[in-house]
């Protein structure tokens, strides 16, 4: 990155991504959808 504020800026969509979407063959699917009630389904 060319500054601080360009890393930080970039981060949030890389966790994002990191934690939704990137597949993980050892836990069946995106790290994040094994965590219970990470996006309320558990209400």
Known sequence: YRSEAARRA???A???AYNNHRHHTALGGP???RVP???GQNT
């Open 37 to 39: 009630n990470l996006s």
């Open 10 to 12: 970039a981060l949030p």
């Open 14 to 16: 890389w966790l994002h």
């Open 31 to 33: 790290p994040a959808s």
